[in-house]
């Protein structure tokens, strides 16, 4: 259910961007008011980012993951009543909040549901959906574009949103314990090993005290440098395609479907290789910054490679390669809060990192459509990119390092209290 929530989560996402240049033309858009309506649903997005991760801590995954995904749904059918600058940008703005608590809520219904020795390819498992909706969404739209007409895809992906909300608050549980039909045995296997940060013989931290550690924020700063590269992707390079190579609509709906289905890939191999490693090395924060550092850099030198190159297959072939990349760490930043942060916790700490990381769903792609109106090239802007990527790495590989509880809060100090 949440690999299925992921796919149809993107469908919608490659769907805008597929039809970025016709409804730019329809509206009659400039570059930057294209990148304002690009970063419009990333506001709302990052603000309940963190506040749907916290909502799944306090009323569980279900309700909040269910509730999410219908009134995403309405408000992605909303998109195709849009008639100018104005409506689309509101309606957009007011998807992202609905959407918003998606992907960290996966990650409290993962960690809820999944031992640490399989937590991070379940992450990848989990959000593979996404660039696999990213590749179905391209030719879709592009055939529906060209044959009918771009808001009917709106439509579609609202009902198949519908239903999927419909499936999950019939069949899914919070937790396992609350599923009959789990075998007691495979129950005992989850619940033995669900809290990677174990509560007992520590003391209970609020909230506050992961968001001021390093290790939090700088995998969040690399967070960040994969979303800008995502995003940047996610939301011009059809346009860069349409415009600076001069593809037509239904190659050019092809030619992006590529990177999201090597994407795919590289998602399912993430936390694979993660896990991996850690069962080799019995490292587990190595077996995190590995994966982080060595795909960034990956990531940076493909994707400001990419705006250099003159034709359409080398830009194309090269975007692949910097995705595929970008990708392989995508399980790994969900994996290092739930290997540091106490289980009723994960949700707001997830959502507080996904909020930081999604800064970059704003400044993306209004900075591009600036980049672009005013120098005339798409170049800058993957070279931005790639430097950011490169940033992260080098964060994540000095200053992302295990966490340790204190045995007692200072209250529980002040009152000779242990735990």
Known sequence: M????????????????????????GFTLTPSELGMIFSSFFVGYAIFNFVGGFMSDLYGPKKVFGGSMTLWSIFCGLTAVTFNFASLFIVRLLFGF???????????????????????????????????????????????????NWKVSFVVITLIGLVWALVWMKAVTDKPSQNPKIPAAELAEIERDTTVMPVEGKAKVPLTYYAKKPTILFTALAFFAYNYILYFFLTWFPSYLADAKHLSISKMSVATTIPWVVGTVGLLLS????????????????????????????????????????????????????????????????????????????????GFVHMLANISGIIAPTITGFIVQFTGSFSSAFLLAGILAVVGAICVALWVKPLTLPSQTSEDAQLGVTQ
């Not at 690999?3 to 469908?11: K, R, S």
């Not at 998606?102 to 020795?117: C, D, G, R, Y």
């Open 2 to 25: 949440l690999f299925l929530a992921n796919v149809i989560n993107y469908l919608d996402r490659s769907a805008f961007s597929i039809a970025a240049p016709m409804i730019s033309k």
């Open 98 to 148: 609905t959407e918003g608590p998606l992907a960290s809520t996966t990650n409290k219904t993962i960690n809820n549901w999944v031992p640490q020795k399989t937590r991070a390819r379940a992450v990848g498992i989990a959000f593979a959906g996404s660039p696999l909706g990213g590749a179905v969404a391209g030719p879709i739209v592009g055939l529906i574009a060209v044959h009918s």
């Open 271 to 350: 936390g694979w290789a993660s896990d991996y490693l850690f069962k080799l090395t019995n490292k587990l924060m190595f077996s995190r910054k590995v994966i982080i550092v060595g795909g960034l850099i990956g990531a940076a030198v493909c994707i400001a490679a990419t705006g250099m190159v003159t034709t359409a297959v080398s830009a194309v072939v090269l975007m692949t390669i910097g995705i595929f990349f970008m990708y392989l760490t995508g399980a790994i930043y969900w994996a290092v809060i739930s290997d540091n942060v106490q289980s009723d916790k994960v949700g707001g700490a997830s």
